[in-house]
């Protein structure tokens, strides 16, 4: 599945602030560009986004695209929403299928 790159362009920011999560190093992402733009230590960018009006679904939309190319899946916010949605009622169902079945384990007898 590829995204429609020019229908991704209405949904998300020209450009968006983010983190490095092995850093923590402040970073601007550019809508349609790959990688991004390291920003001193004291920029804040909860400030950046909340003052630009984006949601942390546009912010995550952006870090896929700019790690994985904007045709992804995973740059889209209406995609990224689906999936959480869908997730939450697995959930909240009990049909998580992620979580392992293990009534059917059977654990070593320590006697054995």
């Known amino acids: 599945m590829r995204t429609d790159v020019h229908a991704l362009a209405a ?3 020209p450009v968006c602030a983010s ?3 092995a850093t923590g190093e402040p970073i601007l992402i550019r809508f349609g560009v790959k990688g ?3 920003q001193s230590m004291d920029f804040d960018c909860e400030t950046f ?3 630009h009006k984006i949601t942390p679904l546009q912010v995550e939309a952006m870090e ?3 790690m994985f190319g ?3 899946p995973g740059a889209d916010p209406d995609y990224l929403r689906k999936i ?3 997730l939450a009622e697995r959930i909240a169902t009990g049909t998580d299928r992620r979580q392992p079945d293990t009534t059917s384990l059977k ?3 320590p006697a054995e």
């Open 84 to 86: 959480y949605a869908d």
């Open 64 to 66: 896929n695209g700019s």
């Open 19 to 21: 983190t490095l999560p």
């Open 36 to 38: 991004f733009y390291p």
């Open 107 to 109: 654990l070593a007898d």
């Open 70 to 72: 904007w045709e992804c």
């Open 11 to 13: 949904k998300l920011p």
């Open 49 to 51: 986004n909340r003052t």
